[in-house]
Each structure stands twice: as C-alpha cells, then as structure tokens.
C-alpha cells in the first residue's frame, strides 16, 4: 500500500477521479444537470494531457451511450454519466449495453424525474431502469463514489456486465469532502488493463455483433448450435447473480490494496442488537444513523442496514440480518407507481414466508429534494412503532413532509 493524497472534493470530482485512476480510454460527454461538472473535470485532464483518452463530445444522452457501447466492444475502457431525463433519452441503450455484455460504467447523479422539471435529487431515475440488466451501486459519501466508481471497472470487467454507480444529485455531487485519493501505483494494482472483450472484432474474421436471435437456439452457417433469446438472457441473469459474490469479493480485494472497504453488498450501523432497523440506499442512510442515535437516546433499540448493491438485490443478506428483528422500517427517495417504494417492495418479496420475519412498513421521502432530515426519520419510526404496537401489519405507505394542505 502506498500513500496517496487527501482532498477536499464534490461528488462529481470525486467520480472524475476514480475515472482518471482506472485509466479510462474513451469518454461519452453530454451535459445534464447535476452530473456536467463530471464530464467538464475529465476534458480538462484530457485537454491538458492529464488523461490520454478520446473525449467525445455528442448530441444526445442517446448518442452518448452509443459511443461507450462502440468503443467497450472493441476493448476500450470507457465511461460516461447523466442523470435523470437524461437517462431516460438513453434507456433503448441502457439495455443494449447490458444485453450486448459490456463492461461499461457509467455514474448517475440522481435526480429527479420530469414532468414536471426538477433538478434536485431523488431516486427515481436509476430506480425507473433498475430490471435493464446493470449492477447498481450506491454511494452514501464522496470516498465512496470514487472507491466505488473504481470497484465498478474491476467488477464490471470480471463480470462482462455494464454497472451505474449512483450518488444523490447536489446532495452529494455538488457538495465538498475530504476524500483520500489512492495512489496511481495502488489503483494500477487493484484494476489491471482491461482482458480481452467477449466480442470478436477482426477484419480477417468479420461477424455480425448484436445480430437478430430467435427463440430457440439454432446452428451458424459452419454449424455450430448457438443459444437462442431465452438462453442469452437467462447466462446474463447468472451472470448478475453472480455478482453477490463478485461485490463483496471486489470490495475486499479493494481494502486489501488500499486499505478502506464499504461492506460489499450492505452496510450497518448499531445492528447487532436492534430490533427495529430502518433501511435506505445513498446518502439517505448516513442520515438514518443519526436518526437511531436519537431513538436508542430514547430508549428503542433501533440500527441501520444501508442498502449499497441494490441490483442484484441482495435477498439473502438482506434475510440473514433482518430474520428476528420486530420491525424494519424502509425508506424510498422513489416509487414504484401504483405499488410502493421499490426498495420496500423488494424487501418484502425477500421476507416473504420466512419463519419469524419482521414485519416491514414503506416510507417514501425526498421526492423532487423535499427536506428530509434525521427527525422526520426518528418520527417516522415512532409512527411505525405504533403501528406494530397495535398490531398494524399492513399500512399504507407513509409519506414523509408530505404537505397535501398547501
């Protein structure tokens, strides 16, 4: 382990860094708000000579994936990042990305949804394309996106799977840290140069790539049986389970060569003896554990279990540490329309039929960057409480400041 540097960093930066450090060849940029200053940081290396790769500059959010997708799949590291409207325009190549098995990274500075336009943060974003085939990772701090942002390449590459690294929009991205920056030996020898693309790319062997499949599989003109649809998208569904291992594995190799790790696949804070848990994903889970400081000041035996890969939603962990708790209280800054939170609807699924389980009540807050602070998750939980006092097992979501009146 060598010495690196420490810095006070946005979010942003923080994940221009990372990029920087895993020597990144092609560059996608279209601005959006807030993720822009991303992509300004990362010209401005290559400009100055900092960052030897190829900026590319599109017309779209479209366009920009395209071009991470073109040059993955001759074996180019790549990345770019967008957020919100932005990764909506893209979502056709969201999931040729996935489909086509490139190991493309991408950040998304979350934020909200338009109509109508909001700028500030919430979830709904990489929420809405959380089933197109990605890893998602999110981050709760600035050191983690850039620690992140860096285990996304090593996991992403083992993998042949694109990952979106996900930090609240201005909550995060736009504000400062002290962040500590790894050395560019230490990062070269956590990420190696990329292995060789899945995709055949020759002039003296040309191939269709991402031609028409059928259903079922069939022989190639030379005769070889090749996987129909179905088997294609069933070894890309092993290959994200997979990933329940390779997160943990990857974050672990991370801390062995630099000395911080973030827990893998979930974090936790003041669990081992808690019997309510409130549940969250992204900055929103820092929150939370000054919210069960005040409860435990209180008297109720309450934690924190941070969500960090929520796809592949890590079910098995998540029943391993919440199996004989009383209560788990989910926080959502998303919702699935017409259900609930996607994070508590997951939860459930995960819990369901599980002998003593918890009983899981959903909250949605945040939304469009409505106020959320640690009191109104402390109220929140007493609301639950009550609730479970009363034997309430099934409720509606609870929507936190929401002000209906005016």
């Not at 197109?132 to 942002?149: F, H, K, M, P, S």
């Not at 009383?326 to 994070?343: C, N, Q, R, T, W």
């Amino acid at each position: 382990m060598s010495t690196g540097t420490t810095e006070v960093m946005t979010g942003n930066e923080a994940a221009a860094a990372a990029v920087k450090l895993a020597r990144v060849q092609v560059v996608a940029a279209y601005p959006i708000t807030p993720q822009s200053p991303v992509v300004e940081q990362l010209s401005a290396w290559v400009e100055s000579g900092e960052l030897p790769a190829e900026f590319v500059t599109v017309e779209s959010e479209h366009s920009a994936l395209t071009v991470c997708i073109t040059a993955s799949t001759v074996g180019a590291r790549v990345f770019t990042a967008t957020s919100a409207n932005g990764l909506a325009y893209m979502t056709e190549q969201v999931w040729w990305a996935a489909g086509a098995r490139l190991p493309i990274v991408m950040c998304i500075a979350n934020r909200a949804m338009a109509a109508p336009w909001n700028v500030l943060n919430d979830q709904q974003d990489s929420m809405s394309v959380r089933d197109a085939g990605w890893v998602q990772l999110y981050c709760r701090d600035n050191q983690e996106i850039l620690d992140t942002t860096l285990q996304a390449y090593r996991i992403a590459e083992r993998l042949n799977v694109p990952v979106m690294v996900c930090y609240d929009g201005f909550l995060l991205s736009h504000t400062v840290m002290p962040v500590s920056v790894p050395s560019v030996g230490d990062a070269d020898a956590f990420l190696p140069k990329r292995p060789e693309p899945l995709q055949i790319v020759d002039v003296n062997d040309p191939r269709n790539i991402g031609p028409v499949v059928i259903a079922d599989p069939r022989a190639d003109a030379s005769g070889q049986s090749c996987h129909g649809y179905m088997e294609i998208r069933a070894l890309h569904q092993q290959a994200l389970l997979a990933a329940l291992e390779v997160v943990p594995e990857v974050d672990a190799e991370y801390a062995a060569v630099v000395g911080r790790g973030w827990g893998g696949l979930t974090w936790e804070y003041l669990l081992e003896d808690a019997e309510l848990v409130l549940v969250a994903a992204g900055s929103l889970g820092t929150q939370a554990t000054v919210a069960v400081e005040t409860l435990r000041a209180q008297g109720v035996q309450a934690g924190v279990l941070g969500i960090r890969c929520y796809r592949p939603f890590p079910a098995a962990a998540l029943r391993e540490r919440l199996v004989g708790r009383k209560g788990v209280l989910v926080f959502d800054k998303a919702l699935s329309y017409g259900y609930e939170g996607p994070i508590c609807a997951d939860l459930r699924a995960a819990l369901s039929g599980e002998p003593d389980a918890p009983t899981v009540w959903g909250a949605v807050c945040g939304l469009g960057g409505r106020d959320v602070s640690p009191d109104h998750l402390v109220d929140a939980a007493r609301r639950a409480l009550a609730d479970g006092h009363a034997g309430t097992r099934h409720r509606p979501t609870d929507w936190i400041n929401l002000r209906l009146d005016g």
